[in-house]
């Protein structure tokens, strides 16, 4: 199993400002993820991030507005930039062990106000 | 694009009550997997299943596959308050699926009152 360890766990921020959340797992990894999980509803990849290169986005994300960068196997950040309360969120990072299964953190709640 | 369709969203139900949250997709599975996320916490994984007509029984939970694969489901006996979340399907496929190898269900939101 991974432990993974998310900040900060919640906050609550100015429209228009950015926030990085950070990733820190207990162990090397090589497929790492940041989900979206809007208020009751079920999680939404938005992209892998790749150790020493750029992050894989899904059809919806873009660079600009979710930066993330991976500058080892234990460690990724993901920043929500320009934010509006439309990105008000729970973002979660996960890891995905070599059975298959995902190991997710706790979560980092955003509100936008 | 793979879907996959989970019911019902909400469910709310008194102890001592069973229940079956179904997971659906029209594609075959390779594998499936059961979620369940407490307010605050991330998903934590409770099965993964693999084989057709596969059968687990994690204590009060048993999770079926379909013969087919193209479907699951998750049945509580005596449900208990602790059981409350949300209960999240994840499938995987041989073609296609996000690059987690992995597309969510909605999830189930299960209540379950003293």
């Known amino acids: 199993s991974a432990v993974i360890s998310q900040k900060p766990s919640r906050d609550i921020c100015q429209r228009g400002t950015s926030l990085t959340i950070q990733c820190q797992v207990d162990?090397?990894?090589?497929?790492m993820f940041w989900y979206r999980q809007q208020p009751g509803q079920s999680l939404t990849l938005i992209a892998t991030?790749?150790?020493?290169?750029?992050?894989?986005?899904e059809s919806g994300f873009v660079i600009d507005k979710f930066p993330i960068s991976r500058p080892n196997l234990t460690f990724s950040t993901l920043t929500v930039s320009n934010m509006s309360p439309e990105d008000s969120s729970i973002y979660l990072c996960?890891?995905?062990?070599?059975?298959?299964?995902?190991?997710f953190g706790e979560g980092s709640r955003l509100t936008v106000l | 694009t793979q879907l996959l369709e989970q019911s019902p969203q909400f469910l709310s139900i008194q102890e001592g009550e069973n229940l079956t949250v179904y997971c659906n997709s029209s594609?075959?599975?390779?594998?499936l997997q059961w979620y369940r996320q407490e307010p605050g916490e991330g998903p934590v994984l409770l099965v993964t299943?693999?084989?057709?007509?596969e059968v687990k029984k994690l204590k009060r939970l048993t999770f079926q596959f379909g013969d087919a694969r193209k479907d699951s489901s998750l049945h509580i006996t005596a449900a208990q308050p602790g059981d409350t979340g949300l209960y999240l399907c994840?499938?995987?496929?041989?073609?296609?699926?996000?690059?987690?190898?992995?597309?969510f269900g909605k999830g189930t939101h299960l209540i379950i009152q003293p």
């Open positions: 991030a790749n150790q020493g290169s750029e992050a894989t986005y």
């Open positions: 994840a499938g995987a496929w041989y073609s296609g699926g996000g690059a987690d190898g992995l597309t």
């Open positions: 162990s090397q990894v090589t497929m």
């Open positions: 299943v693999v084989t057709g007509g």
């Open positions: 594609s075959v599975f390779s594998s």
């Open positions: 996960s890891v995905r062990a070599d059975t298959g299964e995902l190991f």
